[in-house]
């Protein structure tokens, strides 16, 4: 007797980032706020993995992922460097990150949802542009009439920010390396999410048109 066997697809190379992108985006999501740890794609296996405890009590403020099929690459550090007029800065190479805002209580990650990007964080790391794009589930009864970041009020905003600034940090250590050198809108948004989908293209679909 044949067994058939359905093989799932990879969160970052077998799900597309979605018809409509950039206006509408999939993303995967890695850790939600009420996780403990966080989350992280395995690059290989396409399978969630531990990567650390949360540092502190405060968790995710927002289902946090990224979009499929995108990579933070050489458009996406030409980007940061004609915004900022830094030198000498180079692309994360990981997936384009994405924060979910959401009414929702959804209770675990690896799920795909859609979202809207609204707007985004210019966010660097040593040398390295990791942005963070800032998005509203579709059609979310609270969050889902959003268009622009701006329309966020300076306490949400700055939940965001905090969270980014201080995730990395371990207690009993300084020297932080983590800046956000600027906030953008949505247009802004949909540009860095194009530059990424460029990016994977050219390094992992280096034949395609």
Avoid at 38 to 56: A, H, T
Wanted: hydrophobic share 40%.
């Amino acid at each position: 007797m044949k067994i058939s066997i359905a093989y799932k697809a990879h969160p970052w190379h077998g799900i597309a980032a979605g018809e409509k992108a950039p206006a509408v985006v999939t993303a995967f999501i890695e850790i939600v706020p009420t996780d403990t740890v966080k989350y992280e794609i395995d690059k290989v296996s396409g399978w969630l993995k531990v990567d650390r405890p949360q540092n502190f009590a405060v968790g995710v403020p927002a289902l946090y992922g990224f979009v499929p099929q995108t990579y933070c690459d050489q458009q996406v550090a030409a980007h940061c460097m004609a915004t900022t007029g830094l030198q000498n800065i180079q692309g994360d190479r990981d997936p384009l990150d994405i924060l979910v805002l959401t009414e929702k209580n959804i209770s675990n990650g690896g799920v795909l949802v859609q979202a809207i990007p609204i707007g985004g964080l210019l966010m660097i790391d040593k040398n390295e542009a990791d942005d963070k794009i800032i998005a509203v589930l579709k059609d979310d009864a609270v969050y889902g009439h959003l268009t622009d970041i701006e329309q966020l009020n300076e306490k949400q905003l700055n939940k965001l920010k905090h969270y980014f600034l201080t995730y990395k940090d371990m207690p009993g250590t300084s020297g932080r390396t983590v800046e956000i050198a600027t906030v953008y809108g949505p247009e802004e948004a949909r540009s860095v999410i194009a530059k990424s989908m460029e990016d994977y293209s050219r390094t992992f679909n280096p034949y395609s048109p």
